[in-house]
């Protein structure tokens, strides 16, 4: 997979979280350190007047400034090289189509398991943008665990997951959100990306191999790799490979070609 297809925005926030502030704060540090250097401060002239003295404050604002964008262009070119290293130690590869006969899936050579979640609902966003909810067993109730899954195979991959009360629940990372709500057998609800407008879905109970599926978590140095896929009914699958700094947090992902 090239980097292209991988979204610049996390890719760049990935780099950073594994760079560290360190790394960041290493950088900015010696390009001040060399820019007080390459500039001492300049003697200060008693005979100068008010007027002289403002100018000079001026100049000296411009300076800094001038110096603090050159150190924040070095900083960013830090990071992107940070960030092709790391690809180009991990080799990032493209994310397999799930072969649903299968409770096993191999990737680069190595076999991790795969299982679907339980008690699932699957329907369509838009036409490329699939959606799946899988409830803990307590849903009859009006409450329980819920885990709701948006994929397009392309720019979208949102997994989030909280509590269902009173048939209804709203799961919000601070980016994006899905609010849904249980009626019968039908799940209703949206989807609300990161500065778009909400999205509806209906969602319905998943009969045949389809359903929300994930596989064995792989560890790869430090990052954590969770693979997911949203299967229709009709056989159509979406899915992504997500990369997780379990030290910051941080993520990026790798799509499933259509």
Known sequence: MSEAQLSRRDLLKFGFGLAGAATVGA???ACASREDEEAPAAEPDDDQDDEAAESTDHEDADTDDQ?????RAEAEAEYERYVEEWLEEYEMFEMPE?????TEIEIQGDTYDVWPYQNTWVGEVTDDLF??????????????DVSAYACD??????YLSGELT??????????DRIQLSIDGDEITGTLTLEDQEPLDFVAL???GDAGLYRAETIEMGDIEVTTRWVVLEDGRQRGARKCRNPWTGDCM????PR
């Open 27 to 29: 950088v900015l540090g």
């Open 67 to 71: 110096r603090s964008d050159l150190s």
């Open 98 to 102: 799930l072969d649903i006969s299968a």
């Open 131 to 144: 959606i799946a909810l899988s409830i803990g067993e307590g849903y009859a109730g009006g409450s329980g």
């Open 153 to 158: 195979s392309g720019d979208v991959s949102v």
């Open 166 to 175: 009173d048939g209804e629940a709203d799961l919000d990372d601070c980016v």
């Open 205 to 207: 109970p998943a009969e």
């Open 253 to 256: 992902w790798c799509p499933m």
